[in-house]
């Protein structure tokens, strides 16, 4: 009966080694497409489709203005002397509207974004007073450049009489969402079009209470591959902002999430409508998150570098030193640059030419930190810098003698990151479950080799047992033959 049992136990322990290795291959992938079906955009995924469709994370927009300190030297050709303002804090609500889900595994939406000031989290008030140089006359004087003489002479007449100089002292909520302006009246009255606004002209007046156009992205269900990447933007497969069919291409996902099962091989592109094109950022780290294993993806060198030093690049041209995007072709001829936050990664005679920037890869640098097996980010801080082309126009008098100078206006930060009951949830079933499916499949092994040495210790033990027994037991037996013989 003994020996029943061992051999039981035996039997059961393989069954346990058996169950753990089949766990160690079937685990994962139970894991694997637990995610598929998460990560698929489907309104049967209530956790998830929420999550994509009312971005539950809150998200801020903190904005820096390079205050200009000697506005007058500057007309007479020095140097700009800027003091960096701020931040001054935004919450952005976005939603999701006019969801429509199409037979070719597309989705399209238009998403809409609220902006909300948070004078607890901002250094300063919207009421502080800055002053920049003024976009309307100084970027106009370069757009203009080019006409006759007499022409950019009656121009400067008309500057004049709208009594625009070459630099604004407003509020930041003026200078933010619009304040009045003769002029831009007159312009969108006689020149409707020109301007990006119709109301008030304020450098961020057409992103609130806006969206970022009609997207079309793949839902995923039939590849998972493609989920959340970009078919069209405003009914466009590609861009015409550019010269080059490669900068002209809509690239990745809408910014928002990626593709699950992500490697340090893998890049993030994404299409980004306010920068007019796609970008791609690189693996840089990994890291954790309150136990959370992310990856941290950042902006290569390569991202605004000119066409010269990268010839990919050339498609944005026409360019000026490395470092910096020229979005003129798609902000109104305007001569407008994007960069980074006080030039970081760019070329370093930008620094030269103004006083007041220090850049540092911490403070300036853009990042997203993304969990590799869902392609949800964790934590994401973009930063952007909005810089003017100044430059002396013979005559329009308001450039007096500005030296060629491609000047800091702000820089702003959008960030947000998961915390609360959704980084809870993601950290149960990201990292708890996966670890104890994971202790379970080695600990099914391990018991189950347990329990088969103890046994067959135990039935080599009663094995032996029973043959000494079976040996005294012949032993008792032979013992009475013999006696009986003598």
């Known amino acids: 009966m003994q020996h029943c049992v061992a051999v039981g136990f035996i039997v059961a322990g393989g069954l346990a080694v058996f169950f753990g290795v089949v766990l160690s291959f079937v685990g994962p992938l139970i894991i694997d497409d637990q995610i598929v079906k998460n990560t698929v955009i489907d309104p049967n995924n209530e956790m998830t489709y929420t999550m994509w469709k009312d971005i539950p994370v809150p998200f801020f927009m903190s904005v820096y203005f390079f205050n200009v300190l000697n506005p007058k030297e500057i007309l007479k050709g020095e140097k700009p002397m800027l003091e960096q303002r701020g931040p001054y804090v935004y919450r952005k609500h976005c939603q999701k509207d006019n ?93 409707p079009g020109m301007l990006p606004s119709t109301g008030k002209f304020g450098l961020f007046a057409e992103f609130n209470n806006s969206n970022t156009g009609l997207f079309t992205i793949f839902t995923g269900q039939d590849d998972i591959k493609n989920v959340h990447r970009v078919d069209s933007w405003n009914g466009m497969t590609e861009l015409n902002y550019w010269r080059t069919p490669q900068c002209n291409m809509i690239n990745g996902t809408a910014g928002q999430m990626w593709p699950p099962f992500m490697t340090k091989e893998t890049t993030l592109p994404f299409y980004s409508p306010d920068a007019c094109r796609s970008m791609e950022l690189v693996y840089q780290r990994p890291g954790h998150m309150k136990g959370i294993p992310y990856y941290r993806y950042v902006a290569p060198p390569t991202l605004f570098a000119n066409g010269a030093d990268y010839e990919p690049n050339k498609g944005f041209c026409p360019c000026r030193q490395s470092g910096l995007l020229n979005v003129s072709s798609c902000r109104h001829n305007s001569p407008m640059f994007i960069s980074h936050p006080h030039f970081f990664n760019a070329d370093p005679v930008l620094l030269d030419f103004v006083q007041g920037l220090a850049p540092t890869e911490e403070e300036h640098g853009l990042f997203i930190d993304i969990h590799p097996d869902t392609g949800v980010p964790l934590n994401v801080s973009i930063r952007l810098q909005l810089n003017l082309y100044m430059k002396t126009v013979p005559g329009i008098t308001e450039t007096g003698k500005i030296s060629e100078v491609v000047m800091p206006i702000l820089w702003f930060a959008e960030s947000g990151y998961i915390d609360g009951p959704i980084l809870n949830t993601f950290h149960t079933n990201l990292v708890i479950l996966p670890a104890v499916m994971e202790y379970m499949q080695y600990g099914f092994i391990a018991l189950g080799l347990l329990t088969i040495v103890i046994s067959i210790l135990v039935l080599s033990k009663l094995t032996a047992a029973a043959s000494d027994r079976n040996q005294s037991i012949s032993t008792d037996e032979k013992t009475p033959l013999l006696q009986e013989k003598d």
């Not at 998403?111 to 009421?127: A, L, T």
């Not at 007073?129 to 370069?142: C, D, E, S, Y």
């Not at 933010?176 to 020149?191: I, Q, R």
Request: aromatic residues 16%; hydrophobic residues 40%; without cysteine.
């Open 99 to 191: 969801i429509t889900f199409h037979p070719n595994n597309t989705v399209s939406y238009r998403e809409y974004r609220q902006y909300y000031f948070e004078p607890d989290m901002s250094i300063g008030n919207e009421s502080d007073i800055i002053t920049i140089p003024n976009m309307l006359v100084l970027g106009a004087a370069v757009m203009l450049e080019d006409l006759p003489y007499p022409v950019r002479l009656m121009i400067s007449t008309t500057f004049k009489t709208f009594k625009e100089g070459p630099f604004l002292t407003k509020t930041v909520e003026e200078l933010m969402w619009g304040y009045d302006s003769k002029l831009v009246e007159f312009l969108n009255k006689y020149l």
